[in-house]
């Protein structure tokens, strides 16, 4: 890729020079000229980018994993302690509930909105008539303000008046808590996550659309069943949204915050005390920075196995049509 | 089993190819009635909050729940207003949001031009910090952050809501910019560059505008997440009249925490502008995925 970029520019120069018939050392000397201005220009280019990620991206991190050392209460100055916090939360009962909570919540819901994106993108894929009021429809409550989305679900799984149990009523099932109930509140979050899939549908949608036609009438022309054309068509042309989608879910999950803060506060009996809802709470109402960084650096570190872990599992399952070419 | 089905008649593609058969129709038939099923559940939240703040205060509360309410009553949004500054809100949040996209397209922009059309030896290694920039957990910085704005005496101001996006707009925004610039033909720049053109007339002159479809997407990205923000502007907003929509409607909802007809009513308000916004520019979303190639091709 770069060598022919530079073959190009090698072209221009040589038809730059050519037209106006320059000598040989002025010709190299141009082009190095054009070459040194266009990496000027690129970093000038890059400059807000760079100072944004030195600023509020490595600075931080790299202050974080110092408070992470540190006990720093805010209205006192920053005092050195070592292994200190990261001994505590050995110890912290808090912290490993929340870090349970959130392994739960992401195990279950990261596969489960992965599938029902994936049924909904094929379902939304098909030439119908209307299908486009149903994508948006499907799409609606990706679009809604969390704190709205939180109070409405809230709504929802009203006990005693939400659409949830009424539901349920009318099935001859008996009404559940929902948010109230230590052992549902997690299921009900993740349920009512499966509602926010509509980006993951998206992305779905558009690698359907990117299969060419061709390789179905090609397959059919074989002789291939249905399921066949799914298994060895859709599925692998499709591995690289999966991919896409299972990382990025994951990473979010791990950080699921705004839901459980707003529905829940944590409750009850901390069944939806989070990770970063803790993290939030040691940081901002407990005003214990030094332990929140800690906290946030060993998220880092864990969200960074994961994603690793899915790299390198990704090598067997990922197809990428470019490599194959 | 309803997924390997489907695909059939994806596969089957263009309408009227194969001839119409009973089961063909009853398969179409079925088809449809997934989809309406499915449109119905997930639009269910927001008719729901649409429908629960028509009723009158009071009477949301009723067994069987009424799915229609059988009196409009438009009193639930007079009363939202009326005791909490939710035009102030939503001027604030315009404003927050409007400054950050600006700062956002401008500057995302033109590090996707510098990593995607410009010939410099670190280019692979910067266009590799970007994404891995985007596999960051947001939350990592969060605290330190916090620190740095407070010493900049930038509490309660919309400052640390805006300003950060005026430095690269976010690496997500950066990526997508440079997907879709590397995409335009680079002969154009070199027969500018013949004619004498530099770096900045060209990006200005000929690759914005010839990428008005990414600015389209990454505004309305933006747009959203500005606008939907709540953990940042509550860690930084504190006084009441800086209070965007998001806040705004979680302190509303400290007040009236059981009155879920006005709670509705107030959700709608926030909710309500991003459905138009999304009415008038559908096709870019789905048009964002695949200029990115997260799709993969």
Known sequence: ?325 | MTASTATTAAASGVRGRRPWSPGRLAWRGLLHLTLIAMSLAFSMPVLWMLSTSLKPTGREFSYPPQLLPTTIVWQNYLTVVQSVPFGLWFRNTLYITAASLAGTVLTASMAGYALARLRFRERGFWLLLVVSTMMLPGVVTLIPRFLIFKQLHWMDTFYPLIVPSWFGGGAFNVFLFRQFFASIPLDFDEAARMDGADSFLIFRKLILPLSMPVVATVSIFTFLDHWNAFMEPMIYLSSREHFTLAIGLNAFRGRYATYYALLMAASAITVVPIIILFFFSQRYFIQGISITGLAGR
């Open chain 1, 1 to 325: 890729m770069a060598g022919l970029r530079w073959r190009r520019l090698r072209r221009v120069a040589t038809v730059t020079s050519e037209a106006t018939a320059r000598t040989v050392t002025a010709r190299s000397a141009r082009r190095r000229g054009l070459l040194w201005r266009e990496h000027v220009d690129a970093y000038v280019f890059l400059a807000p980018w760079i100072m944004g990620f030195v600023a509020w991206t490595v600075g931080p991190m790299l202050a974080s994993g110092l408070l992470a050392f540190m006990d720093y209460e805010i209205l006192l100055p920053p005092v050195w302690s070592g292994l200190n916090n990261l001994s505590t939360m050995a110890k912290d009962p808090l912290f490993l509930t929340s870090l349970g909570n959130t392994a739960y919540y992401t195990f279950i819901a990261v596969p489960l909105q992965v599938a029902v994106a994936l049924f909904a993108a094929i379902l939304l894929n098909q030439k119908l008539r209307g299908v486009s009021v149903h994508r948006t429809a499907f799409y609606l409550p990706a679009l809604t303000p969390a704190v709205a989305n939180a109070l409405v679900w809230l709504w929802i799984f009203n006990p005693q008046f939400g659409l949830a149990n009424a539901g349920l009523r009318l099935l001859g099932l008996p009404a559940l808590k929902w948010f109230m109930s230590p052992e549902l509140a997690k299921p009900s979050m993740i349920i009512m996550s499966l509602w926010g899939t509509g980006g993951e549908m998206l992305i779905f949608l558009a690698g359907l659309q990117g299969i060419p036609e061709l390789y179905y009438e090609a397959a059919r022309v074989d002789g291939a069943r249905t399921r066949e054309m799914v298994r060895h068509i859709t599925i692998p042309l499709l591995s690289p949204s999966i991919f896409f989608n299972t990382v990025v879910g994951i990473i979010g999950s791990f950080q699921v915050f705004t839901t459980a803060f707003i529905a829940t506060g944590g409750g009850p009996q901390n069944a939806t005390l989070f990770y970063v809802l803790y993290l939030f709470r040691n940081g901002f109402q407990y005003f214990k920075m030094g332990y929140a960084s800690a906290l946030a650096w060993v998220l880092f570190a864990i969200t960074l196995a994961f994603t690793l872990l899915q790299f390198r599992l990704g090598r067997f399952w990922v197809y990428y049509e470019a490599e194959a070419k």
